[in-house]
T-cell receptor, first 116, second 111 residues
């Protein structure tokens, strides 16, 4: 296992289309996070899973966004009816949390979405 | 939403000089982490400091944490051109432990 993998790396889509991104975390990690990052800003938290349970969703995650982690392994993030404001880098991260004080999170290279 | 802010927003120094970045956050934390991001790439973990620690070193990195002021600093000594990147602090806290990032400092090290 060489780290967190995201696919695709780049996606250009027309406004109104649906897109789906995939994240494969480090295999033994139980937590998986999705972040969105726009130019010049820090990553903004979207949602995270512990195993297959989605524990928290940000208010940034409108009803057009849905994330799943069906078997507690890989995760998908789908954006329906994309808007130009959805253009951003979507980052996935994973870590192994055992109790309080989580260890470092490992990030994937991200999926850059451009909505035209 | 973002937990904290880094200061300065941008920093330009000469190779060999030291670089200091500061991070302020809003709520109580379990730990604070610093990450580096090269342009258009994913984030790389640099160092973690727990809420009961005040200072930590890793190679050329020195991190301090002042929980009473809700602030942290990252010092990079003897900087190199390869240190050019954006640096983010990230905190976790409360029951969820999710990482919340600051706004970042863009460091440029001139050769």
């Amino acid at each position: 296992d060489t780290g967190v993998s995201q696919d695709p790396r780049h996606k250009i889509t027309k406004r109104g289309q649906n897109v789906t991104f995939r994240c494969d975390p480090i295999s033994e990690h139980n937590r998986l996070y999705w972040y969105r990052q726009t130019l010049g800003q820090g990553p903004e938290f979207l949602t995270y899973f512990q195993n297959e349970a989605q524990l928290e969703k940000s208010r940034l995650l409108s009803d057009r966004f849905s994330a799943e982690r069906p078997k507690g392994s890989f995760s998908t993030l789908e954006i329906q009816r994309t808007e130009q404001g959805d253009s951003a880098m979507y980052l996935c991260a994973s870590d192994l949390v055992l109790g309080q004080g989580g260890p470092e999170a490992f990030f994937g290279q991200g999926t850059r979405l451009t909505v035209v | 939403s973002q937990q904290g802010e880094e200061d300065p927003q941008a920093l330009s120094i000469q190779e060999g000089e030291n670089a200091t970045m500061n991070c302020s956050y809003k709520t109580s934390i379990n730990n604070l982490q610093w990450y580096r991001q090269n342009s258009g790439r994913g984030l790389v973990h640099l160092i973690l400091i727990r809420s009961n620690e005040r200072e930590k070193h890793s190679g050329r990195l020195r991190v301090t944490l002042d929980t009473s002021k809700k602030s942290s600093s990252l010092l990079i000594t003897a900087s190199r051109a390869a240190d050019t990147a954006s640096y983010f602090c990230a905190t976790d806290g409360g029951a969820t432990n999710k990482l919340i990032f600051g706004t970042g400092t863009l460091l440029a090290v001139q050769p």
